[in-house]
């Protein structure tokens, strides 16, 4: 078994953009568990726990999902939180990709689920990029509305080309680590 999901890796000058507009303000907000820059990525589907003997038709049903849409560009912007900014459990950097990147993200997800994939999330795709997380144990989050706000709301970083997407297998425990399995190239716009 592998606790597997689908992402957009962002290229290294973007994710470099990105963690110099928050480390101001992450100092701020100390009661805030940041994500470590190493494991940033946009999930484009997850897949949960995946038993081994689907991995050969996950991925070819991964492969032709990723080829059957263009690639495209993509940036982040502008900020937010989940459930909502008054009681935040999750604070998020958008990702501005328009109704495309929904639809890639729909595909692979049906595509793993055809393939035996039988824990794939089904919520709705909001493409984003996780800065945070609260630390508050009660179901109520924090009050990241001052966050949603503040610079990394009006944050706009440069364009850039998503021209793949990513199987990556996650690894838990202690220190949580993530390992790319494989990438699926989207196809050339024409």
Do not use: C, N
């Not at 070819?60 to 263009?70: D, E, F, N, P, T």
């Amino acid at each position: 078994m592998s606790r597997l999901f689908v992402a957009l890796l962002p290229p290294p000058e973007v994710l470099a953009e990105i963690a110099t507009a928050v480390e101001p303000v992450r100092a701020e907000w100390p009661e805030l568990r940041w994500v470590d820059p190493a494991r940033w990525h946009v999930t484009v589907a997850f897949l949960g726990e995946v038993p081994d003997e689907v991995l050969p038709e996950l991925r070819v049903r991964l492969a032709r999902a990723a080829a059957r849409h263009s690639a495209q560009t993509v940036s982040f912007g502008g900020a937010g939180a989940f459930p909502s900014p008054a009681r935040g459990r999750i604070f998020w950097l958008g990702l501005d990709a328009g109704p495309a990147l929904t639809r890639l993200a729909q595909s692979v997800a049906a595509g793993a689920r055809r393939a035996g994939a039988e824990e794939t999330d089904r919520k709705r795709f909001h493409s984003h990029l996780t800065l945070a997380r609260s630390r508050t144990r009660s179901g109520h989050g924090d009050d990241l509305r001052p966050l949603v706000g503040g610079a990394l709301g009006a944050f706009g970083g440069r364009p850039w080309e998503a021209s793949s997407v990513h199987l990556v297998r996650s690894h838990t425990g202690a220190t949580v680590w993530y390992e790319q399995v494989e990438a699926y190239a989207l196809a050339v716009r024409g």
